[in-house]
């Protein structure tokens, strides 16, 4: 990739970060200073207040005077029950007081990631959860949906069926913290967050300006994403390339000096359509149909013939609309945002690869 590249974002995510010491996540730091060049970088990094909370903000003092500018806290959930079933005990007075610790040494764009559908929540101990964070203020809010793929992630066998909300109960659960947020003034960004509206992530899409990549929605859309550390997918050119999952064999191979690169795809010329039209609607909700022309060379209706036929029932609902140069899909539609611009995904319309996946809701 060339010597002294130019950085605009570093993000350190892949589960807890901050397990890591103050020193060994300084030396990463500079390991990467040595080798690009940062130009007004975005240095954010995922949180488990746990790990922040026991020396009073120590640690996230060190972290904040190594560069760090924006944090995202994990909280998922602060009912008691739920944090149990979870195995994340995390009282809602540790996370405030991180939170303001964060605050106070003048940390940005501070992000508190909240899950929904997992074990024993319901609309209405997730609602006390919602509040509260409202409560606080965060500049924005994450709201994933708990995607359960045991052949995945093995841990979450111990979850049983059982104890999950109902797809209708989940989706009760999603409506009534979504209109907290809305009610307590936050802007709905794309699928799955929440902004404070000077927020800058809420005048990007206010604007226009909202990209999405592994990481979620973002401010800049990079050429290139390089990703480190055991599993990490990086978006490079016109491929993505996945690490090797086992800690040895990635250690084995940096010693040999071999890229620790376990498979990748190269993005075909109807990938590329493809991501871009999805794109602009899990961003935007919206598409010009003129814009896509310029870039391919193409007349849109005609490329996805076949897709507009299968979102015409949508269309009917008045879940989006289809114009002669807009595809734009409607207020009522934008919960639905994933199921609406499915059609769209080659990949998804193989049923026999459509069932590894989580459900939308």
């Known amino acids: 990739i060339g010597k002294r590249q130019i950085v605009k974002q570093i993000h350190f995510g892949g589960g807890t970060p901050t397990k890591l010491t103050a020193e060994q996540l300084e030396r990463i730091l500079n390991s990467l200073h040595s080798h690009f060049t940062f130009e007004e970088a975005e240095i954010s990094i995922e949180i488990d207040p746990r790990t922040v909370s026991e020396d009073c ?4 003092k060190k972290i904040r005077q190594m560069g760090f500018n924006r944090v995202s806290f994990g909280v998922q959930d602060t009912n008691e029950k739920v944090q149990e079933a979870v195995r994340r005990r995390q009282s809602y007075e540790m996370t405030r007081k991180t939170f303001e610790w964060a605050k106070d040494l003048g940390f940005f764009g501070i992000n508190i990631d909240l899950i ?6 319901s609309a209405l ?19 994933f949906s708990y995607a359960k793929v045991p052949w995945l992630k ?10 999950l909300p109902s797809v209708e109960e989940k989706f009760s659960i999603y409506l009534t913290a979504r209109q907290i947020f809305i009610d307590a003034g936050y802007q709905p960004l794309g699928m799955d967050h929440f902004g404070l509206p000077e927020d800058p992530l809420a005048r990007a899409y206010q604007e226009g300006r909202l990209h ?23 978006e490079v050119g016109d491929g993505y390339f996945q690490n090797v999952k086992d800690l040895d064999e990635y250690y084995q191979m940096i010693d040999q000096r071999i ?3 376990r498979r990748g795809l190269l993005l075909s010329e109807d990938d590329k359509r493809r991501k871009w039209t999805i794109w602009r609607l899990m961003c935007q909700f919206e598409l010009d149909k003129r814009d896509f022309e310029a870039l391919f060379g193409l007349k849109f209706d005609r490329y996805f013939a076949e897709e507009l036929k299968e979102i015409a029932p949508f269309i009917e609902e008045g879940l989006m609309e289809d114009g002669e140069s807009q595809l734009k899909i409607l207020r009522s539609g934008r919960l639905f945002v994933r199921n609406l611009a499915a059609p769209f995904d080659r990949i998804l319309r193989n049923e026999q690869v459509k069932s590894r996946f989580s459900s939308a809701i």
């Open 57 to 60: 903000g120590e640690k996230l």
């Open 116 to 121: 929904y559908g997992l074990p024993y929540q």
């Open 154 to 163: 093995k841990h979450q066998l111990a979850m049983k069926d059982e104890t």
């Open 259 to 261: 890229l620790p690169v």
């Open 125 to 143: 101990t997730f609602q006390r959860t919602a509040e509260q964070i409202a409560k606080l203020r965060p500049d924005r809010i994450a709201l």
């Open 212 to 234: 999405r990549n592994f990481q979620g929605y973002t401010l800049q859309g990079a050429k290139d994403m390089v990703s480190f550390g055991v599993t990490a997918i990086g």
